[in-house]
Structures are given as C-alpha cells and as structure tokens.
Nanobody, 122 residues
Framework: QVQLVESGGGLVQAGGSLRLSCAAS????????MAWFRQAPGKEREFVAV????????YYADSMKGRFTISRDNAKNTVYLQMNSLKPEDTAVYYC???????????????WGQGTQVTVSS
C-alpha cells in the first residue's frame, strides 16, 4: 500500500510559478507510475500529467504542455510538479496519484493524496 502526501500549494499571481511535491510512503514507490490530477470547484477531476516508473516517459494534458513539468526522485520517494506561467484557470486542488499502469484515466489510479490547493490570482 502507498500513502501520498502533497505539499507546495498556495496563492500566486498570474504568470508566477509553484512547485508541488508528493511524498510517498512504502518501499515500492519505483514500481508505480505517478500522476497529477486537479479539480476546480464545480468541475470534474482533470488529468494533468503522468510519469512512468523510472521517469523515462512523461505525458501532459494539452493545456499544460510547455508550462508544467512532472519529475520524480525514486531515491526520495517523491514526485514533483513544476508549474510555470500560471493562469487563473489553473486554480484547483491538485492531487497526486499512484498506479501500476501508465494511464491518464483517474479510474486506473489506486492511491490518492489528500490534495493541495493552488490559487492563481489575476
């Protein structure tokens, strides 16, 4: 079993940057693909980015390409989301999630963190 704890959210002005972290418990972190999802008020949970088990493959939602970067450090059991050029529409609760698959679908993810709030002011 994996427990996930996100951190790094906060309030930032449009055009600014934030780096989210997700710390995982357990010895098998490197056997999981990791992803970030987000959910804005009144909207469905949305895929943001996914990274493969060793970090060799990444994939982003179209609206995040070129602005967000997902990375992982298996020695630290941590996955990161660097967010640049933030926009007010990026405001949401951001969740990290773990799965044995490499997927963009939230239904494929078995483990979830509690989420961290990101608010981008205009």
């Amino acid at each position: 079993q994996v427990q996930l704890v996100e951190s790094g959210g906060g309030l930032v002005q449009a055009g600014g940057s934030l780096r989210l972290s997700c710390a995982a418990s357990g010895r098998t972190f490197s056997s999981y693909a990791m992803a970030w999802f987000r959910q804005a008020p009144g909207k469905e949970r949305e895929f943001v980015a996914v990274i493969s088990w060793r970090g060799g493959s990444t994939y982003y939602a179209d609206s995040m390409k070129g602005r967000f970067t997902i990375s992982r450090d298996n020695a630290k059991n941590t996955v990161y989301l660097q967010m640049n050029s933030l926009k007010p529409e990026d405001t949401a609760v951001y969740y990290c999630a773990a799965t044995n698959l490499y997927s963009t679908s939230s239904f494929e993810y078995d483990y979830w963190g509690q989420g961290t709030q990101v608010t981008v002011s205009s």
